[in-house]
């Protein structure tokens, strides 16, 4: 190979452009996409996965961008590298299933309630309680929560944008509410202010007492709570609190600040609670115990614990029972300046089945402060015997936490898909550890046929004690494969299995570039050199990285109790950068040893 061929397989397509910029519109946008490099030809994808010859759309012209949508382009050429991926989000206000562009719905009655206590916009007009308060430009002044425990199904209670109202107590009961007819409290936007409908910081204020408190003595079904912001909330039970008997709640776009506790699923809890796109700030506690068919979606968790020092002081903390719960498209920060301990992100105890965590961004905001601080950790933490079985870990991006994700008594659970990236203080530092804490003290059930596939895990310096990745003391048939552990300065252990070679099924087709730690593994893939695009910022294979077609394609595993399924994961991370939006892409020919596919 001559020396000029040589540096043209060397060299990469410079990075193409989108326009117009990424943001938030409120109309459709035409996204265009452009290359100033000789030759080149353009791939794009807009669900934010990264874009292939195979699997992506060649760019031909404008891109219709009706909905909220990450457009992503890059630029290929023969006999050069691909081009760095270029993404951008482009947010559509009028998009269907936005709570912040929701119309207010034509059923029942609306009554329509302004006050303009603490917190209010200058310019908010104090209500009366003379008015009848049907019309929005005659609300009343008081009594909306009584009025939501009494208004007839379907009907709607309308808080101004721009006010700050009363908790007014504690109950929310309404009987007459169900899943098919709901009632419903939401802000509306005064005539004489049109500019607050758009604006996050006019929804209305709830100061004090709850916005949802539905304990099992009142059970009650069939409620939304929409465009809200609640602070100063009563302590010990959080602004929304919720037993068993209680259901098909939804709360949506709300800000949840300056308290205790934001969400509490209290043990027995209800069921079918959704928590969407919503924010949670300044609290000791976002979301706290479990429930049945319950969804956490779409939310925004701010490095923040309301200065609480207890264990309690967690983004997510799922305790108590659940069946079927899910934990999904969150962008949590953790690590708050001033704490130092009981900060997990997210953190599973007590009894849960079929629970799944599936691509959270999970970002510890200050490392330097926080050693030995984990990222996920699904396992025991109480007295009494605990249990996790057929938990589901995908896709979710750990990011500066001295320690990634552990998962302990879980049963037949899969770990797959998921990047990690270590920090280098504290004086330990693990990536993924399976069974961690034995299992089965206390009563705790083994966590047996465990798989871990396709999971990236990258240590940007040299750590004090690390090991990238483990099964360790309970449990037999555990399946390990197509894992990539990359140390960027000094390395240490990579893989290491506590038991018995027997303990395990299948383990092959890992990749490190350090101390293997145990003997069992075959078809190892041996890194000497960064397989990646551009770590710490791009994971993906790079261009005759070792890691592409290198996994195994088997499909003799026992995945989730199912027998001959692949050994490794289908669906790899679609986009360079998290977003919320991203529902992974399928693997193309050979899978890749790690989180990505090239």
């Given at each position: 190979m001559t020396l000029l061929v040589a540096l043209l397989l060397a060299a990469r397509v410079a990075a193409p452009a989108l326009l117009p910029a990424a943001g938030t519109y409120s109309s459709a946008q035409s996204v265009t996409a452009s290359s100033r490099f000789p030759g080149s030809t353009l791939y794009v994808t807009t669900t934010g996965a990264t874009p292939?010859?195979?699997?992506?759309?060649?760019?031909?012209?404008?891109?219709?961008?009706?909905?909220?949508?990450?457009?992503?382009?890059?630029?290929?050429?023969?006999?050069?590298?691909?081009?760095?991926?270029?993404?951008?989000?482009?947010?559509?206000?009028?998009?269907?299933?936005?709570?912040?562009?929701?119309?207010?719905?034509?059923?029942?009655?609306?009554?329509?309630?302004?006050?303009?206590?603490?917190?209010?916009?200058?310019?908010?007009?104090?209500?009366?309680?003379?008015?009848?308060?049907?019309?929005?430009?005659?609300?009343?002044?008081?009594?909306?929560?009584?009025?939501?425990?009494?208004?007839?199904?379907?009907?709607?209670?309308?808080?101004?944008?721009?006010?700050?109202?009363?908790?007014?107590?504690?109950?929310?009961?309404?009987?007459?509410?169900?899943?098919?007819?709901?009632?419903?409290?939401?802000?509306?936007?005064?005539?004489?202010?049109?500019?607050?409908?758009?604006?996050?910081?006019?929804?209305?204020?709830?100061?004090g007492g709850r916005l949802v408190y539905l304990p099992n003595n009142h059970p009650s079904s069939g409620f939304r709570?929409?465009?809200?912001?609640?602070?100063?909330?009563?302590?010990?039970?959080?602004?929304?609190?919720?037993?068993?008997?209680?259901?098909?709640?939804?709360?949506?776009?709300?800000?949840?600040?300056?308290?205790?506790?934001?969400?509490?699923?209290?043990?027995?809890?209800?069921?079918?609670?959704?928590?969407?796109?919503?924010?949670?700030?300044?609290?000791?506690?976002?979301?706290?115990?479990?429930?049945?068919?319950?969804?956490?979606?779409?939310?925004?968790?701010?490095?923040?614990?309301?200065?609480?020092?207890?264990?309690?002081?967690?983004?997510?903390?799922?305790?108590?029972?659940s069946l079927r719960m899910k934990v999904r498209n969150n962008e949590i920060h953790g690590c708050?300046?001033?704490?130092?301990?009981?900060?997990?992100?997210?953190?599973?105890?007590?009894?849960?089945?079929?629970?799944?965590?599936?691509?959270?961004?999970?970002?510890?905001?200050?490392?330097?402060?926080?050693?030995?601080?984990?990222?996920?950790?699904?396992?025991?933490?109480?007295?009494?015997?605990?249990?996790?079985?057929?938990?589901?870990?995908?896709?979710?991006?750990?990011?500066?936490?001295?320690?990634?994700?552990?998962?302990?008594?879980?049963?037949n659970s899969l770990v797959e898909g998921n990047l990690v990236v270590q920090t280098s203080t504290g004086s330990i530092q693990e990536g993924i550890s399976v069974n961690r804490d034995g299992g089965g003290g206390g009563g705790d059930e083994d966590g047996a046929g465990v798989t871990v596939r396709n999971n990236t895990i990258f240590f940007p310096g040299p750590p004090n004690w690390g090991v990238a990745f483990g099964i360790d003391h309970a449990g037999t048939g555990h399946n390990a494969t197509n894992n990539a552990v990359f140390y960027a300065g000094t390395g240490d252990l990579c893989f290491v299995y506590q038991q018995s070679a027997g303990s395990y099924s299948v383990l092959s087709h890992n990749a490190c570039n350090s101390t293997w730690g145990t003997t069992y593994d075959t078809n190892r893939v041996v890194l000497s050199s960064s397989p990646f695009v551009s770590a710490p910022t791009d994971f993906t294979p790079a261009l005759g990285s070792p890691l592409v077609n290198a996994g195994t394609s088997s499909s003799t595993c026992t995945v989730l109790g199912t027998a001959a399924s692949p050994c490794y994961a289908p669906t790899a991370i679609g986009s360079v950068t998290w977003s919320p939006i991203d529902a992974g892409v399928a693997r193309i020919g050979g899978p890749d040893v790690g989180a990505y596919d090239r």
């Open positions: 292939r010859r195979v699997g992506a759309q060649r760019y031909a012209g404008a891109i219709p961008v009706s909905s909220t949508s990450t457009v992503c382009v890059r630029a290929f050429r023969t006999g050069f590298q691909p081009s760095s991926v270029v993404c951008a989000t482009y947010t559509i206000q009028a998009a269907a299933g936005l709570c912040a562009s929701e119309s207010m719905r034509a059923t029942g009655t609306t009554y329509y309630y302004c006050d303009c206590g603490t917190g209010a916009d200058p310019a908010c007009v104090v209500g009366n309680d003379a008015n009848p308060g049907t019309n929005s430009s005659a609300p009343r002044r008081t009594g909306w929560k009584s009025r939501a425990t009494t208004m007839v199904a379907g009907s709607t209670v309308a808080l101004c944008r721009g006010g700050s109202h009363a908790g007014d107590g504690n109950n929310t009961e309404n009987t007459s509410c169900s899943a098919s007819s709901t009632c419903d409290v939401r802000d509306y936007t005064p005539a004489a202010h049109p500019e607050w409908a758009t604006d996050q910081t006019k929804r209305p204020i709830i100061s709570y929409l465009n809200l912001q609640m602070a100063d909330s009563f302590t010990g039970q959080g602004a929304a609190y919720v037993e068993i008997g209680s259901a098909d709640i939804d709360i949506c776009n709300v800000y949840f600040r300056d308290s205790d506790m934001g969400i509490y699923f209290s043990e027995p809890s209800g069921a079918r609670v959704t928590v969407r796109q919503s924010q949670f700030a300044n609290l000791s506690m976002g979301v706290l115990g479990g429930c049945d068919d319950c969804l956490v979606e779409d939310n925004f968790f701010a490095s923040s614990a309301g200065g609480g020092t207890g264990v309690f002081d967690h983004p997510v903390y799922l305790g108590g029972a708050p300046v001033g704490m130092s301990t009981g900060t997990v992100s997210i953190v599973v105890h007590g009894e849960h089945e079929d629970l799944e965590i599936t691509n959270n961004l999970i970002q510890c905001d200050n490392p330097g402060d926080f050693p030995n601080q984990w990222g996920i950790q699904v396992g025991g933490g109480y007295s009494t015997a605990e249990h996790f079985r057929r938990s589901i870990v995908r896709r979710n991006r750990v990011l500066g936490h001295s320690r990634g994700i552990a998962l302990d008594s879980a049963p």
